[in-house]
């Protein structure tokens, strides 16, 4: 099962929105409704931000957002704060298994 | 409130075998999956693997069968992770992680347990 892909690094400055992209296969993404996000800050565990591609766990902000159409799931966050700058990685139920993407990291101009 | 608390780190020499265990509390153990998740150094996210603590089923990534075996003590609800035959391309976090009841997601992580190998 090769990995969900994602772009190595995005950046923005505080107040912008930025988009992440996940782009899997019809044997992932694209056929299951099962795409989480994960945030995770230098030596820490990551976190769920997002899962069922856009639901939000409860206690995470509403600046985090997340899509999906065809074999690709976005995160979207809007308004950046500097604690944003993290890793993110998405992933994908694929019918018996679960495939992670290879992480974006953001940086907060 | 839900925990995750896994044993400490590792070291260990190419060739050996390290078990790795993860004690839940504060939900009941045999409802919800459990999941393993490594990082090596400075890279992403690995699925490795879930047990049904219920029932002891198992399922691995096709890169880690015939040398991870999962496992449960229920009576102690907690789950253990054992990588076989380990190489330096085994040293890295390995994180226990809980799978959210009605869906894919991992809700709940553990602190991960770093294994180092090395001769």
């Known amino acids: ?109 | 409130q839900v925990q995750l608390v896994q044993s400490g780190a590792e070291v260990k020499k190419p060739g050996a075998s390290v078990k790795v265990s993860c004690k839940a509390s504060g939900y009941t153990f045999s409802g919800y999956y459990i999941h393993w998740v490594r990082q090596a150094p400075g890279q992403g996210l690995e699925w490795m693997g879930w047990i049904n603590p219920n029932s002891g089923d198992t399922k691995y990534a096709q890169k880690f069968q015939g040398w991870v075996i999962m496992t449960r003590d229920t009576a102690i609800s907690t789950a253990y992770m054992e990588v076989n035959r380990l190489t330096s391309d085994d040293t890295a976090v390995y994180y226990c992680v809980r799978q959210d009841r009605s869906g894919w997601d991992f809700d709940y992580w553990g602190q991960g347990t770093l294994v180092t190998v090395s001769s």
């Open chain 1, 1 to 109: 099962q090769s990995a969900l892909t994602q772009p190595a690094s995005v950046s923005g400055s505080p107040g912008q929105s930025i988009t992440i992209s996940c782009t899997g296969t019809s044997s992932d993404a694209g056929v299951y409704k099962y795409v989480s996000w994960y945030q995770q800050h230098p030596d820490k565990a990551p976190k769920l931000m997002i899962y069922d591609v856009s639901h939000r766990p409860s206690g995470v902000p509403d600046r985090f957002s997340g899509s999906k159409s065809g074999n690709t799931a976005s995160l979207t966050i809007s308004g950046l704060q500097a604690e944003d700058e993290a890793d993110y990685f998405c992933s994908s139920y694929t019918g018996s298994t679960v495939v992670f993407g290879g992480g974006t990291k953001l940086t907060v101009l």
